[in-house]
């Protein structure tokens, strides 16, 4: 059998196998508050030996979507606190995704109808997010033009993980997971195509570009303690108009030699090209690597067993079977979530979906 599901040990927890459930927004937070059908989903699929959430923003400002949860307010708090006691309750460990999706937002969803923020004040081109319309009626729009943050800006933004990671504690996560991928706010620091200031927080210097993320991850960590803190990074991914730029596999392997030295519960990675550079990544970053993108039971196992990674992320396969891990241990076929059913909505395509029956073997997609 493979050590895919063998239990493993992540710091301090002992996780109940390799499996790792991949944050996933749903949009089912209508007003930013996780409910109660959120603590269900979740404690369905608490058979992972670890469950990532979707995306909290850590403020206001940091929402770009309508129907995403926040960690900034003491109802969103209390809120997660069902979430995380439902999860428990079910022999799981969570870790909430922290982040802040810079200028991948618009105007309605900010407070006061300020604008977005970002390292230059620049929009993505050719990126709509679920906002409000001229109507205010629900709908994707263009994101707006962004402003450049300035140093106060920074120093603000560091804080709101820091007290999103202090809430996420208080809410009885096991840890958070600090959001750097996907084309997102550090991401966008991180590029340097875009990210063109003239200051310490940009420009050619690769230490420049690093800076904002690794100023946040050291906050965080002293807030709540290094081995609660993982980091996703989705070096080639090409989201939200971030493009290819000059030393940009050597920014990444500089990224990963400095997170080796944090102590960190983790990186977590997606989209690392090709498979010299996934071996390059793997020797730069000498802590836990957890991996996602598209694996199958089969594909997980000889990952784990060739000692390319420590722990395989799922994330398509859970939204349509909460028991997926029983799934890929029996070798029972999966079930197959439609696409409707994925953002926003009710329980239909969300808790909905029953365990495989062995009897029967009816997948019964819902």
Known sequence: MSALFDPFQLGRLTLRNRIVMAPMTRARAADTVPTEQMALYYAQRASAGLIITESAQVSAQGRGYLGTPG?????????????????????????????????????????????????????????????????????????????????????????????????????????????????????????????????????????????????????VAQEIGSQRVGVRVSPFARLYDLHPFDGEEETWLALAKALSQRGLAYVHASHLGSATFQQAFRAAYRGMLMLAGGFTAESAKRAIDDNQIDLAVFGRPFVANPDLVARMYHGWPLAEAGEEALYGGGAHGYTDYPPFNVATEDVATV
């Open 71 to 219: 960690i900034h307010t003491q109802a969103q708090t209390d809120g997660w606190r069902r979430v995380t006691d439902a999860i428990h309750t079910a022999g799981g460990h969570v870790f909430v995704q922290l982040w802040h999706v810079g200028r991948v937002s618009h105007t309605s969803l900010q407070e006061g109808g300020r604008q977005p923020v970002g390292p230059v004040a620049i929009p993505a081109a050719n990126t709509t997010v679920r906002a409000y319309d001229q109507q205010r009626r629900p709908a994707q729009v263009p994101v707006s033009t962004p402003a450049q943050l300035d140093a106060d800006g920074i120093r603000q933004i560091v804080a709101d993980f820091r007290d999103a990671a202090r809430n996420a504690m208080r809410a009885g996560f096991d840890g958070v997971e600090i959001h750097a991928g996907n084309g997102f706010l550090f991401e966008q620091f991180i590029n340097g195509r875009l990210n063109t200031r003239n200051d310490q927080y940009g420009g050619a210097a690769v230490d420049n570009r690093l800076r904002l993320l690794l100023e946040t991850i050291d906050s």
